[in-house]
């Protein structure tokens, strides 16, 4: 969702601030601004419409500034207009504020402004008018940290926000509750940005800012405080990935270098996660940072697995791995739903958040409602230093590299992959499989990322298929077991890229109602792997081909030859090493048929319409 970004300390500020906002498009926005700090006055610039029309604009009106704000807004209150584009003046223009997450109490806040006049219509603006009264008020000077901390106890609800005054400049005030604020400084250069995307070109060494923290940030350092002034530590790390890996490369999107990538990710993810033993026998399995003592988890008796969207669906193969392998009853649920009803949780239970970046308010709002019943909370998530990495009790990283384009692929892959290891983690820990066990297990695992290289093969194969499915109404996906959660992966990134209409159903309930859907023209994509529940594929695939369906089938080596009786189109995928992987390989002709039926449609596919990437706000 909303993008901030500030630089203070380097006469280029606002080039660097535009080129890192077009790190930050892929979390999704509908306007953009800058705000520049002059010696006398704010200059802010903003735009409806993507960051092109701000460029423009700032063609027309060169800014020059050693400090800037930049920010890329997705629209919650009031319109995307440019008036409602951040940055945001107070009355006097002298203070300017950005703002990702909402200000739940910002009516009363106006209200107790008395009569002001407001220049847009967000809650957002009202930060900057309480900010300038604070500077105004303060006895030694204009101390714009001071100011902020005032503001900031008086605000409800979700924010990471960012402030520039004319009367402290050389100075940027930053404010984080529940949005993600990430902070840095090298070379004489102070910043701050939404993620490490938009900083990776200046440093790798940077500092996420925890919830209650507020960092004033200047080209001599980095301060940060509590709301009431003490100094606090931010959480310090180091980004082990470079800017080659946020760039296309060559690729027409974002999307398609990250299905592309699939293989490497995967390979990334399954390395080095196994350690020697103390006792010098079989190495065990571990996860990248344990907080609690392993034999808590080894106690539990029942695990939620909390996610949303796509991570749900991985969430979903997490299930039966857990089951499978640990032998614990496993609940999957929509993190937002969670915490809304009365969920049964004790101190033996383990909660499982699935998050590729860690950031997402609903998943990290229902980890936390697990933690409160004294829960021990495991992270799946991609995002070193993320809140949800940081909150957990023990976190396993998907080493997918960043991921930008909107639609997930390597990060759902390698997610599935982080779900296996997880299930045979909580398997060694409890004694049900042996740790040589999960050795072999882990070894046959190690073939997957050849498996996808020989899946990618069929990619002109795809092509041709979404060039003549291009235009259906309707496309129902249907699987069972493992397929099940694939089916309804392959229906939400058809539907998000495309905005084709597209649905999942358990291919056992089609008798049950969804079957009526269907008509001459419907496309039935079906996953039909070999495995033991082939045969009830067939009979799903000959009643949705009877009733006038064209049946796409995904299968493996071993089903592909009965396939071809029934379906009208095979997509032929190698056997997985183990029947829990094969939905790895199962998800990439589904991201791929996706893709190119959107960009054959025309369709911007790393940024789809209405969407962000990170989802921050309930
Ligand atoms: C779909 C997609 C979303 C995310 C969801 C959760 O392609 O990317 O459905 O999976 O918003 O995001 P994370 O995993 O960051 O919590």
Redesign the pocket.
Known sequence: MCGIIAITGRDDAIAQVLAGLKRLEYRGYDSAGVAAVGAHDLEVVKRAGKLEELTRALDDTPLAASTGLGHTRWATHGAPTDRNAHPHLDPSGRVAVIHNGILENYGALKAELGDVRFASDTDSEVAAHLVARELGRLQDGPDLLTAVRRVVAQLEGAFALGFVAVDDPDTVVVAKREAPLIVAHADGVGYCASDVAALIDHTRDVAALLDGQIARIRPDGIDVVDVDGTPVEPHRFHVDWDLDAAEKQGYDHFMLKEIHEQPQAVADTLLDRLTASSDGETPRLHLDELRIDEREFARIDKVFIL??????HAGMLGKLAIEHWAGIPVDVEV?SEFRYRDPIVDPHTLVIA???????ID?IAAASHGRDQRAPVIAL??VVGSTLAREADGVLYTHAGPEIA????K??TT?IVGCLILGLYLAQVRGRVYASEAEDILTRLQQIPAAIEQTLLLDQEIRELAERYRDTDYTMFIGRHAGLPIAMEGA??LK?ISYLHAEAFPAGEMKHGPIALIEPGSLVVALAPAGHVFGKMVSNIQEVRARGASVLAIGTDGSTADLKEHAHHVLTLPEPPHELAGPVLAAIPLQLFAYHVATLRGEDVDQPRN?A???TVE
Do not use: H, M, R, W
Request: charged share 15%; hydrophobic share 35%; net charge neutral.
């Open positions: 996610a949303c969207g796509t991570s749900l993190a699935i998050s590729q970046s860690g950031e997402t998943t998530t991609n909107v639609a997930s692929t990060a759902f997610q939400l990134k998000e969407l990437k990170t989802v």
